[in-house]
């Protein structure tokens, strides 16, 4: 294998890594991570043995779901933009200067 | 020092620094709010390599998408102590204390997912210019 390809190999990995990440986030954050938010505590009643964030008032559970559920929907869109649309273009521009340097035979220096 | 059998056949003991210390947690998610900010700054301001500017904007990035689940597990650690003092207590006037700060974490809390989602927007415009100035570099070369 040549300097080029082993190069352009190397960015390559660093990309689809990228991609494989980011969906590994997305993954953690709908399964696991949003358990752990309260966005059904406000249907539970408030007692103590039942969840322990039943001393927040009913105005500050509000917020936080609120918070919450914007967050992960604004997440969501982001990182779906992200994956689909940014990375698949930066991969076919890295794929784009890997075949110019290859057809002139210069090194492949980003 | 405090202690108290609570219903069951456990003993909770509690000193006075393990209670006062609850007052620290809004000072916790301050810190863990501000530190992705600081990290930007100095990654913008440093001269560093494109391909270790990515490199440490994808673990701002990552580390700010996992923030909030951080922030609400240390929230359920404080509502948890709360509840607990409160019963060795016995709900006299030092646990309306704990209320205050209850609801200034819970403000913190909303109030910083904004917070997060605009470094996350801002970093992830930052690491998209500088692959594209990695990009470009191979681009303008004259073959």
């Not at chain 1, 969840?51 to 500050?60: D, Q, R, V, Y």
């Not at chain 2, 709900?91 to 913190?108: E, K």
Request: aromatic content about 16%.
């Amino acid at each position: 294998m040549d300097d080029i390809t082993a190069n352009f190999l190397e960015y390559l990995l660093k990309d689809i890594l990228i991609i494989l990440i980011m969906l590994l986030v997305q993954y953690l954050l709908t399964t696991y991570v949003l358990a752990l938010f309260p966005i059904k505590l406000l249907q539970v009643a408030p007692s103590n043995h039942q969840t322990i964030l039943a001393n927040l008032t009913i105005t500050e559970l509000v917020s936080i779901s609120n918070s919450t559920i914007r967050f992960k929907d604004v997440l969501e869109y982001i990182i779906d933009v992200f994956d689909d649309l940014i990375m698949p273009i930066f991969l076919l521009l890295d794929t784009w200067c890997y075949l110019k340097a290859k057809g002139s035979k210069r090194s492949l220096n980003y | 020092m405090v202690t108290a059998n609570v219903s069951f056949n456990y003993t909770i003991t509690a000193s006075v620094s393990n209670v006062a210390s609850l007052s620290y947690y809004p000072l916790i998610f301050l810190v863990l709010l501000i530190l992705p900010l600081i990290v930007l700054i100095i990654t913008l301001r440093i001269n560093i390599s494109n391909s270790a500017k990515i490199f440490i904007m994808l673990f701002n990035i990552v580390y700010l998408l996992l923030l909030p689940g951080i922030l609400i597990s240390i929230m359920g650690d404080f509502e948890l102590k709360f509840y607990i003092y409160e019963i060795i207590l016995n709900n006299n006037h030092l646990t309306s204390y704990f209320s205050i700060i209850s609801s200034y974490l819970a403000g913190i809390y909303s109030f910083g997912t904004f917070i997060i989602l605009i470094f996350i927007i801002i970093s992830f415009i930052m690491f998209c210019y500088y692959k594209s100035k990695e990009v470009y570099n191979c681009w303008k070369k004259k073959y």
